[in-house]
């Protein structure tokens, strides 16, 4: 068995992970592998955004320069640091380091302190660095910056945390938050598109136009369009503060570089300097700019600058060449800091859109994975703090303003302090974005939407908490198009996208998951070396000119940056070379790399180039490397121009040259679990990967410590008698989801049909399927009882028997007390009046109080006045619950049966449950193989049942189907009676 389960998954990935199966619990030093690495997009972006991305956006961040009285004050952000959550000085506590169970237990926010470095100046003259308090920012759980960062499992849970806590989220408001990952447009690629909406843009305009989403080190974006004319010429575009501007191709060409027109020209038509068409379009663009009187660079700038500046907000004293060159920097190929390779990327650009508006190459699907990349939580959480951290910068000028206008005051650090404490810091913006998942953005930071990017983890049962994070959106702004092309499965998502976990209804195909096997590359590598790599490979400088025609060479970009051409010829082995380096790990070529060599067709297909992307973001997953025996990861571009094996009976020699890890690597962790998935109708496994995610659970072990508004627990849960492979991987036994259960296929009763079930009484009252809800209630004095005056403390007056009875002398209620409707829940009395108030239990539900935690506020000054009290309500199955097997088939509890009505076997076997075979046959499940081998085993069919009771050890998936024994049927509780 072990090792089958080697060769299926790979030694070198698996090992760990099935050491931790086979360590004791209590003396394991490591967490399990196998569900760390599910988070890992989650957790590693955030890292690299508060390390290395902060100290980029910091460095990236406009001065602030304004005059002064005469005096010209200029303000930068020299550095930032975030630390990690710690309690308020002057705090009386034996640790004060703050850590997440806290932040739940009293429904806190986790955060820490923003600490810049600010640097002035006057006329020039730096004068010094004042350090600023910028507020308190959260952090997410098990980073870096978390006081849980690197603690084995006996610590996690000495902190009241799970032994396999995985992080990846943030504590708002005592409530669990994830920032979801959204698809965004491949960073840095021009793509093809056609756009019927782009006639409307002005007189001339077409349908055909190249698109560009840009993205810079510290994830600023910025989109920018070329686009097509019907008299020939080229009109780019670009969105700045969230407007559209247009300006005509060789105005910025020409303010790039101080080229003669004529360099220009040989540069735009290269590779097609046989197409007279072409040649005398670029013609007529040059003429447009010399018909404006621009003959120079200095001329062009000064014609850009005057009628921009308007729109830029920049400095009084800024010249129009200052103006022109800011544009240039801040809105064209934001990605390349040189403006001589903005120059020739927009020509590449140009003759890209020029053989697309001709026929000459394909239009590329932007609905396509190919084409897309994901928005980590570390890119959103850092262009958001860019943005605010600039904000906060720009409104230091107008407290200023504010503050002299009260009397003049010097321009000194003391002062200046003053004026710094009364802008607003940047605690309140992070909480409401996380809190409600709306963006409040001036520049739209380059996306599509400006809501639904957070959600709740939920716990209510394992399953459901894994896969938010494991969830890929494609955008709120797609749900309401007509088109279905959004949604579609396009095969190019093989092994990135799960083809089976996604729910049905409006998100249908626009709500997506991972596979498994799937990574997010969240690391960064210095790409100064790989230009001198390419050029001893036989790459030819962006300047120089190749030994045949560019007509028949290949333009070579990196990371959206030409950097050369490559013979036709050569083009397959510099490929080739590049993976060696890349698989071995040599020539300092990083194992993330995505070598893309989109080859010359012949007919019209996708723009040809040898296209190398090393950027954050972008999915990748791996697979073997047939010619050197090891492991890969591809990218998704990548991946459309590989021949991939999925066993080995699939290899073609010559021609295969990459094979997959193990057979189900093109499923999500959720559909993974399902058993016998291939013998299912495609459309139950859809509805199981729903299912499973909605039923009933034992979702964690921390009840007591957590102060959630609702959790549910099943008692009694069970593991599987029969389990797939991931079910193990994953070590799901340690937060199962069901109940095996002995089900009887029966037409029996009326109370049976179509899709209701019938469950022995007996069953029912020895606990089958029965749980609990856990509601918590946060009571603050200070907030309930504002309005009246005096001091409020918990307490009930002496005197009064039915409450003194009912409540202790704290005025809160007895541990394990039950609480019907009408009884005393909780009192508290006026210190300064002694008047007592008691506040009845108001829910019709009877519950037992299962812990009560005193609370403080943030500063510890609220002294017995907060307090969570948790209640547990039973919550048994009641007719017109759901229950549902693992293989998408539902059923509605419609009567509890007497036990000495139900049918039995020969042996005295009783059923727990009764289903009627008319659910099978239009679904397809597995169940309908088990009702068929059950008939033919028996002649009487109403005697057949599932006997999963007499199995004495887990069956894995790969058994043969023993009669009716292998369908364990889960039970689905519906959580709240009264939802739908």
């Not at 669990?176 to 006639?199: D, G, H, S, T």
């Not at 710094?420 to 974005?433: G, H, M, S």
């Not at 969570?868 to 007719?879: A, K, Q, Y």
């Not at 549902?884 to 419609?894: E, F, N, T, V």
């Amino acid at each position: 068995m072990a090792d089958k389960w080697l060769r299926l998954c790979g030694k070198d990935r698996l090992e760990p992970s099935l050491k931790n199966l086979t360590e004791p619990e209590g003396q394991r030093q490591h967490q399990h592998r196998a569900l760390q690495e599910l988070v890992r997009a989650h957790v590693d972006s955030f890292d690299q955004a508060v390390t290395e991305g902060l100290t980029r956006a910091v460095q990236a961040i406009r001065p602030l320069e304004f005059n002064y009285k005469n005096d010209r004050i200029t303000l930068v952000f020299a550095d930032a640091v975030i630390s990690p959550p710690m309690a308020p000085k002057g705090s009386i506590c034996c640790d004060m380091k703050i850590y997440p169970a806290e932040c739940r237990g009293r429904r806190s926010t986790y955060k820490g302190k923003l600490t810049a470095d600010i640097s002035w100046s006057v006329n020039g003259i730096p004068k010094g660095i004042i350090k600023q308090n910028l507020g308190l920012i959260p952090i997410m759980v098990k980073s870096n910056l978390c006081n849980l960062y690197g603690l084995s499992p006996q610590d996690l849970i000495k902190h009241h945390e799970e032994a396999e806590e995985m992080g990846g989220y943030f504590i708002i408001n005592g409530i669990e938050k994830v920032i979801r990952m959204l698809i965004m447009p491949r960073r840095n690629f021009p793509i093809a598109m056609v756009r019927p909406k782009w006639k409307n843009r002005g007189p001339g305009y077409t349908q055909y136009g190249i698109n560009m989403h840009c993205v810079k080190d510290e994830h600023t974006a910025i989109n920018m369009n070329l686009h097509y004319l019907d008299n020939g010429t080229v009109m780019l575009n670009f969105i700045y503060q969230k407007e559209l501007f247009f300006i005509p191709l060789c105005f910025a060409l020409k303010g790039l570089v101080d080229f003669t027109d004529f360099q220009i020209y040989q540069e735009l038509i290269k590779g097609k300097e046989n197409n007279s068409f072409f040649k005398s379009c670029v013609a007529q663009m040059l003429r447009v700019v010399m018909s404006e009187g621009c003959t120079m660079k200095k001329q062009v700038l000064n014609y850009l600058g005057q009628r921009f500046r308007v729109k830029l907000f920049l400095p009084e004293w800024y010249t129009n060449e200052q103006a022109a060159e800011f544009l240039l920097d801040h809105c064209l190929c934001i990605h390349l800091k040189s403006n001589v390779e903005k120059f020739y990327l927009l020509c590449l650009m140009t003759r890209k859109l020029f053989s697309f508006a001709k026929g000459e190459c394909q239009e590329e699907n932007p609905d396509s994975l190919i084409n897309h990349e994901v928005l980590t939580p570390g890119q959103l959480y850092l262009m958001f703090l860019k943005e605010k951290m600039e904000f906060w910068l720009q409104s230091i000028k107008l407290a200023l303003d504010k503050k002299s206008q009260k009397g003049a005051i010097q321009i000194n650090s003391e002062n200046l302090m003053k004026v710094f404490n009364l802008v607003a810091d940047l605690t309140r913006p992070f909480e409401y974005l996380l809190a409600t998942g709306n963006l409040r953005s001036k520049s739209g930071l380059g996306m599509l939407q400006d809501s639904g990017l957070c959600i709740v983890a939920d716990k209510l049962n394992f399953i459901r908490y894994l896969s938010h994070f494991r969830c890929i959106h494609r955008g709120a702004a797609f749900a309401k198009m007509r088109t279905t092309s959004v949604r579609k499965l396009l095969p190019e998502s093989w092994g990135f996208l799960c083809p089976v976990h996604t729910p049905d209804g409006e998100p249908c195909g626009l709500m997506n998951h991972l596979t498994a096997i799937c990574e997010i590359v969240t690391q960064t590598s210095s790409t100064v070396s790989l230009p001198a790599l390419l050029c001893a490979l036989g790459v030819t400088p962006v300047d120089g000119k190749p030994s045949q025609p560019y007509s028949e060479c290949y333009p070579v970009l990196l990371d959206g940056a030409v950097v050369g051409w490559v013979e036709k010829e050569k083009g397959p082995s510099i490929a080739d070379a590049l993976r060696n380096f890349k698989v071995l790990q040599m020539k300092k070529v990083p194992s993330w790399i995505e070598i893309v060599l989109i080859p010359m067709m012949g007919k019209p297909g996708i723009y040809p180039g040898l296209y190398l992307f090393t950027t954050m973001c972008r999915m990748m997953r791996p697979v073997r490397n047939l010619a050197l025996g090891k492991e890969e990861l591809i990218g998704t571009l990548e991946q459309l121009y590989m021949n991939i094996a999925i066993t080995e009976a699939d290899i073609l020699p010559g021609i295969t040259s990459h094979q997959e890890l193990f057979p189900h690597s093109m499923l999500s962790v959720v559909a993974s679990f399902i058993p016998y998935s291939d013998h299912n109708q495609s459309p139950r496994n859809m509805y199981q990967c729903q299912m499973g995610k909605q039923t009933m659970g034992f979702p964690l072990y921390t009840f007591s410590d957590r102060s959630d508004s609702k959790l549910y627990r099943l008692q009694t849960p069970q593991s599987p008698l029969v389990r797939p492979h991931m079910y193990d991987f994953f070590n799901m036994d340690n937060y199962p989801i069901g109940t095996n259960a002995v089900v009887a296929v029966i037409s029996y009763t009326g109370y049976d049909m179509e899709d209701a079930m019938i469950v022995n009484k007996a069953s029912w009252e020895r606990g089958f399927a029965q749980g609990s809800v856990y509601k918590t209630e946060m009571i603050d004095l200070d907030q309930q009882v504002k309005q009246s005056n005096g001091n409020f403390v918990f307490g009930v007056a002496s005197g009064e028997k039915r409450i003194t009875h009912k409540l202790d002398d704290d005025g809160l209620p007895s541990i394990g007390a039950v609480l019907e409707y009408g009884d005393p829940f909780y009192g508290y009395v006026n210190i300064n009046t002694g008047e007592s108030f008691v506040i009845y239990y108001k829910s019709k539900e009877s519950a037992v109080v299962d812990n009560i935690k005193v609370c403080s506020n943030d500063s510890g000054t609220a002294l017995f006045k907060r307090v969570c009290i948790t209640l547990r309500i039973p919550r048994n199955p009641t007719i017109g619950d759901k229950f549902a097997s693992r293989h998408g088939q539902k059923g509605i509890l419609s009567r509890l049966w007497p036990a000495e009505d139900m049918p039995f076997t020969e042996s005295g076997m009783m059923p727990d449950i009764l289903f009627n075979p008319h659910g099978f046959p239009s679904r397809m499940t597995i169940g309908m193989l088990i009702e068929s081998m059950a008939d033919a085993q028996d002649s009487a069919p109403q005697q057949a049942a599932s006997l999963h009771g007499t199995e004495t050890a887990p069956r894995r998936e790969e058994s043969p189907i023993m009669g009716s024994q292998n369908c364990p049927l889960h039970q689905w509780h519906q959580p709240a009676r009264h939802q739908v």
